[in-house]
């Protein structure tokens, strides 16, 4: 890993398992979840996608999965290899790898990590740490991804990352709090860290499934 990528990270690191295949009845019931590094209570996802699956479109599955609001840059990185939107502009000391042009079976082949990072606002440096727990060869991808288990609800955005997620939580929770009143209206109004819409994050994962779906060709009427 580079020193850029020791630079941005964070202690903050929600831990999602992807399977990369389908076959939903292939799923072993017995897979424990991983949690969310350092932060209490945990922050999970797991998800199926294909292996195929381009890295700007694992970043917008992501950012549903979890409820994040598609609001930053990203980058997706294996070793000292970087994707992301490239950006000739960016001040960050590195050009990455365009993400519209790479898949995760790109990162598996290339670097043969098993266990890639998702970085997510360079502010706040959200990172993602995302294991590749089991893939399938010869299984189609239809209705992929999907949500299979989700636990604990996304931080707000523009909390200030981990520290400042852990002082929001503080605040809020405390009544006496001197920072009481301004976090509650500042967030999500009666903002709870355990409580979270599963329907909702499903549907919005499930959507993707369906704007991505292959579109049949219309045949020709002679």
């Not at 399977?19 to 797991?46: C, F, H, I, N």
Request: negative net charge.
């Amino acid at each position: 890993m580079d020193d850029h990528s020791d630079d941005i990270r964070r202690p903050l690191s929600p831990r999602i398992e992807v399977y990369a295949g389908s076959g939903r009845k292939q799923w072993p019931d017995d897979l424990k979840a991983q949690t969310l590094k350092d932060v209490k209570p945990e922050v999970m996802r797991r998800l199926v996608v294909p292996l195929t699956l381009r890295l700007d479109r694992l970043h917008l599955t992501l950012q549903e999965a979890f409820g994040w609001t598609n609001s930053h840059l990203f980058e997706f990185f294996a070793g000292e290899a970087h994707w992301g939107i490239p950006d000739p502009d960016n001040d960050y000391g590195h050009q990455p790898m365009d993400a519209r042009k790479a898949r995760l079976c790109d990162i598996v082949r290339e670097t043969g990590a098993k266990t890639i990072h998702y970085l997510y606002d360079f502010g706040d440096s959200w990172d993602h740490v995302i294991k590749l727990e089991k893939w399938f060869d010869n299984t189609t991808t239809e209705g992929m991804p999907f949500l299979l288990e989700a636990a604990g609800r996304c931080p707000p955005e523009e909390v200030g990352g981990a520290p400042g997620y852990a002082e929001y939580l503080d605040a809020i929770s405390d009544p006496a709090h001197p920072e009481h009143e301004n976090m509650r209206r500042c967030g999500p109004e009666r903002f709870d860290p355990n409580v979270i819409d599963r329907k909702a994050l499903e549907a919005a994962v499930n959507a993707l499934s369906d704007t991505w779906k292959p579109r049949r060709r219309a045949t020709r009427t002679k």
